[in-house]
């Protein structure tokens, strides 16, 4: 078999002549694009908010799957009575050859109890835990399967209810905004008419204005970007600086 190598950017060609493969760097992104897709990702979105707002049924639409299959109901005195407790819900999806190892932190008990004083500190600490979790991992000897848990989103639910944010949701998301990415979301908004969604969603984004809480903004397009990926951002951009989700 004649086989020769050439330098870098040459062609390796075989006896026949037939098959041609391109070697060098430029090759590089191909080869990590492949093995990142082999190796599939991880996503960790944590879902928070008081009980009856829609949390579960948004996540299970988003992701085609039913991941609170085995969830038990509470009553409201059950509710009134819970502690704010840490669940994970973890599930793989694949779609077009890309695999997904996606994770739901759902924070029962949240927002439920008469006092609510201060009932965001244990997800501020599960979010450190992670943090702190992956930076011993990265740190240590074995590196090769390291499992990424860090929350990398937050959809944080608003009650419709109200004539805005409520104290515990500007005390949660002054809390977070610079642990995490947070999505404020005005739940059930297909509970109220066009015109209180329209009215109540611009009292919301001056309230998050007004306190200085970081909401998720969506990064700025390199300039080599295709027109349409470009085209796309700006709409995102536009609805997110013109309305909460």
């Not at 086989?3 to 040459?10: I, L, R, S």
């Not at 085609?64 to 085995?70: A, I, P």
């Not at 450190?128 to 390291?146: A, T």
């Not at 509970?191 to 309230?207: A, D, F, G, N, S």
Request: with cysteine.
């Amino acid at each position: 078999q004649k086989t020769q190598t050439c330098d870098a950017g040459k062609l390796i060609t075989d006896e026949k002549n037939t098959h041609k493969e391109y070697v060098g760097f430029a090759t590089l992104p191909n080869q990590v694009h492949r093995k990142s897709v082999k190796k599939g990702f991880d996503f960790t979105l944590m879902v928070a908010g008081e009980s009856g707002l829609g949390k579960s049924t948004l996540v299970n639409s988003l992701f085609l799957t039913d991941l609170y299959k085995d969830r038990k109901l509470l009553n409201a005195e059950e509710r009134i009575t819970q502690t704010v407790e840490i669940t994970k819900h973890t599930v793989d999806i694949e779609e077009k050859g890309v695999k997904l190892k996606l994770t739901i932190v759902d924070t029962p008990g949240f927002g439920d109890a008469v006092n609510n004083t201060e009932c965001w500190k244990p997800v501020a600490d599960y979010i450190d835990q992670q943090f702190e979790q992956y930076f011993r991992d990265e740190s240590g000897l074995n590196r090769k399967n390291i499992q990424d848990n860090r929350v990398h989103c937050c959809l944080y639910f608003i009650s419709p209810f109200g004539h805005g944010l409520r104290p515990l949701d500007v005390e949660f998301m002054k809390a977070l905004h610079e642990k995490v990415n947070i999505v404020p979301i005005l739940a059930k908004a297909d509970t109220l008419t066009p015109m209180e969604v329209k009215k109540k969603k611009i009292k919301i984004r001056e309230e998050i204005e007004q306190y200085g809480i970081k909401i998720y903004q969506f990064p700025d397009c390199d300039s080599d970007e295709d027109e349409d990926f470009k085209q796309q951002d700006y709409e995102l951009k536009v609805r997110l600086a013109t309305s909460v989700y």
